[in-house]
């Protein structure tokens, strides 16, 4: 990792409960694209840094639906620059 001087902590946040589910359990086995998928999400991360949020909470997912994002959605003070603060 390019930043690994800077980056004291991370997370992963995922609203696939799915690729969740194959990520946290070993004994399912994959299809080999799916399996390659999971090898490279596993790889360097702890399972204990993944988390689920309900897609409806997820503002980093934003840049996938620009039809439902505006301009406050993304500016200085929004949500997906400040997280979620209830």
Known sequence: MSLEDWVSSFIVINDSTISLFWVKNDRKRLLIYYRNRVVQIKRGK?????????????????????????????GPGSKWENGYLG
Do not use: A
């Open 46 to 74: 702890k399972l204990v840094q993944m988390y689920h949020v309900i897609s409806e909470e997820n503002h980093s997912d934003c840049g996938t639906r620009p039809e439902l994002v505006s301009e406050k959605d993304i």
